[in-house]
């Protein structure tokens, strides 16, 4: 039976579980560490689902009533951020048909009173003084019409709701990790936007009260860990714009909440370019998790293997179930991936992909079941580049 838990779905990694869970109720920052496809990733997304939710929010960006380059923050309780967004636009549709109304009304005095004493008196004075007030009714009209959707504020950052936010963050830039401010082409001219319109929130604010994941931590630059070092302490972090020459420069927000917990993860060749004082941060509030490559190759393990398969092909979805004889295949190449005897591979994103080219052949072949000689012919069909250019030459045709 595969467990509906993911934490339950990672195989082999005993310890990290055991770790994950209890970071997961103290809200503890993880630096996880291994080899691509030892189960970072989803160790990462069960956190988020052990998170318990304690005040869940969505988050409002309102406009400042004396200065629009700086937009006010406004927290309310998840859920009822779009009704604060609908309420404030009814609002404004209802000040702007009032208004519409009142000029047009106004307009339509202005031009009878203006026609009738031009006839009456003969004058084209009045003609002339009603088509200017006309032009200004008409302009304030312009400008003022504006001014109710202008304060409509925009709803930020809505919570999923039953769980605990899980942002992957994987190679953000800047703008889209921190949060950024959109250009705005029309500064004037009427036509402008609502800098409050323009604020775009970032991946740390995205997962405020959840997880926050960042995988292939090397490729966060240096300044971008200072951001992220400064907004895991204030727990908040303003947003600006972050594109040189853009209009978004000029705006900033208050400090928006991002009181998220942070997942890195990378190789063992990543940790020298981790910024020392996040390092030690995530060291002084967290846990420092390596993931294991292999494990032993005993009964309990064997079986979680045999689980793993069922897991793939339910997650697949486009594959048939494997026969007994199928999985002992898939054991025996986990035994040989691992390089050590009485050992068991761990990196199960590749055996995962021995278990789908296996699926596939069976389909082809039209089986019921996924049997081992599918399970043979996918071992030779999922070999890595390199070593087919090595059978390539041995063979003489390369």
């Known amino acids: 039976t595969v467990p509906e838990a993911l934490i339950e779905q990672v195989l082999g990694q005993e310890d990290a579980c055991a770790i994950i869970r209890q970071a997961a109720k103290q809200r ?3 630096l996880l560490v291994g080899e691509p496809g030892t189960g970072k990733s989803m160790l990462g997304q069960a956190m988020a689902e052990l998170i318990a939710i304690t005040h869940p929010e969505d988050i409002v960006v309102c406009p400042h009533p004396l200065d ?5 923050i406004r927290c309310v309780p998840a859920g009822q951020g779009v009704r604060v967004v609908d309420a404030s636009r009814t609002r404004a549709y209802r000040a702007t048909q009032s208004l519409r ?11 009878i009173i203006s026609l009738y004493f031009t006839v009456r008196e003969a004058s084209l004075n009045y003609l002339i003084g009603g088509g200017f007030l ?5 302009w304030l009209r312009q400008h003022y019409l504006k001014t109710p959707a202008a304060m409509i504020p925009k709803l930020l950052v809505q919570h999923p709701g039953q769980h ?6 994987t190679g953000l830039h800047a703008g889209a990790l921190l949060g950024d401010v959109r250009h705005d082409p029309y500064q004037s001219g009427g036509v402008e936007t609502a800098p409050h319109h323009l604020v775009e929130a970032g991946a740390i604010h995205r997962a405020h009260s959840g997880v926050l994941y960042i995988d292939e931590v090397s490729l966060l630059g240096i300044e971008a860990q200072n951001h992220l070092l400064t907004a895991m302490q204030e727990r908040s972090f303003a947003i600006t714009g972050r594109s040189l020459g853009s209009s978004g420069t000029m705006v900033r927000t208050d400090p928006v909440p991002c009181d998220f917990v942070l997942v890195l993860a990378g190789n063992v060749t990543d940790l020298d370019k981790i910024h ?7 060291r002084g509030y967290g846990y420092e998790i390596y993931t294991h490559a292999v494990m032993a190759d005993t009964p309990t393990h064997r079986w979680l293997l045999t689980r793993l398969v069922a897991q793939e092909v339910r997650r697949d979805g486009k594959i048939p179930h494997f026969s007994a004889a199928g999985v002992q295949a898939i054991l025996a190449a986990a035994r040989q991936r691992a390089g050590q005897p009485g050992k068991l591979s761990c990196r199960f994103r590749e055996l995962g992909g021995l278990i789908r080219i296996a699926g596939d052949v069976a389909v082809h072949a039209g089986a019921p079941l996924v049997q081992a000689c599918h399970v043979h012919t996918a071992l030779r069909w999922s070999l890595p580049i390199e070593e087919q250019m090595t059978i390539t030459k041995e063979q003489g045709h390369g």
Not at 68 to 72: D, G, M, R, V
Not at 164 to 169: E, H, T
């Open 28 to 30: 503890r920052h993880v």
């Open 68 to 72: 629009p380059t700086l937009p006010q």
């Open 101 to 111: 109304f009142m000029v047009g009304t106004s307009l339509a005095a202005l031009m």
């Open 134 to 138: 006309i032009g200004m009714l008409l």
């Open 164 to 169: 605990a936010p899980f942002v992957d963050a």
């Open 276 to 282: 020392p004082a996040l390092r030690s941060r995530i």
